[in-house]
């Protein structure tokens, strides 16, 4: 499906090469306005925002931070995403495995010495594996923001999702900073609880030696409401801000590689076995 985009201008995304290649002109993804998947998208938004609350968030990281709940190597996981179709896209409606691999391609044609930004391009979505394993798609999937301040108003359906959130109306939490303070860093806020985080804890639990700036793109894709609206920029630090031209570039192709023009996995597999071999080999705890 073809919609209309709510980002960057287009002129300044990754381009395949034609129309063709993407199906779909760059001006039309992340419409929330209107289109045949806004329903679902709506639904699982509403119940994201109004259950991500400072709590929930602290419960997740105990519940997922223990790493015991399987073993298995980055391709098996890969390869789970096959039964996965993510219900906060307005664009795909598609296994997500499929767009791993696009994202994926897309990295590798402009930036083809960097095998670890192709690598990012694979993994980013795999933590989505939580949905598979139980969780529901709003405590997974979509954008993500922080919690414990004040909801800003780039988030996706700010004005109509979050009056049942309970941490609206708690005086900790509501004001422009809340629990943190004037340019504390990223990685001391709480964010919604989703595959973002997750992936990148998996990541640092397990050793994987994927640079800095590979791990930022991972931690904060979903991250629209800073990299995409520049909300929530008097809670980054010099490290973060440095960072964000990193994780626009990789929005690029996360965006813009969407289409039905599926790839041949079979055939792209043995490439990135081998840089998954380099930077994250063997089983990983999950």
């Known amino acids: 499906v073809c919609l209309l985009l709510q980002g960057p201008d287009p002129s300044e995304a990754y381009r395949p090469g034609n129309e063709e290649e993407t199906n779909c002109p760059k001006g039309q993804f992340r419409n929330y306005q209107s289109g045949q998947l806004l329903d679902r998208v709506y639904t699982t938004y509403k119940l994201m925002h109004t259950q991500q609350t400072v709590d929930f968030v602290k419960k997740q990281q105990a519940k997922w931070g223990t790493y015991l709940h399987t073993e298995m190597s980055i391709m098996e996981a890969l390869d789970a995403l096959d039964q996965l179709v993510d219900e906060s896209d307005p664009d795909v409606d598609f296994p997500n495995s499929f767009h791993a691999y696009q994202t994926a391609e897309g990295i590798r044609k402009v930036h083809p010495d960097k095998d670890w930004f ?166 990983l705890h999950w």
């Open 118 to 283: 192709q690598l990012v391009g694979l993994v980013h979505d795999i933590g989505k594996m939580m949905a598979l394993w139980g969780e529901p798609q709003w405590a997974v999937v979509g954008d993500t923001f922080p919690v414990g301040c004040k909801f800003q108003n780039s988030i996706v359906f700010r004005d109509s999702t979050f009056d049942d959130n309970p941490d609206t109306k708690d005086s900790r939490y509501n004001t422009e900073y809340g629990i943190y303070g004037p340019h504390c860093g990223l990685s001391n806020i709480l964010m919604s609880w989703g595959h973002d985080e997750y992936m990148y804890r998996v990541l640092k639990f397990n050793n994987c030696s994927i640079p800095e700036e590979g791990l930022y793109m991972i931690r904060f894709h979903s991250f629209y409401p800073w990299h995409n609206g520049g909300d929530y920029m008097h809670l980054c630090n010099e490290k973060d801000k440095e960072m964000l031209h990193w994780v626009k570039e990789f929005n690029k192709f996360d965006l813009y590689t969407k289409s039905t023009d599926l790839p041949d996995v079979e055939e792209l597999k043995p490439y990135y076995q081998f840089i998954i071999d380099k930077y994250c080999p063997g089983k």
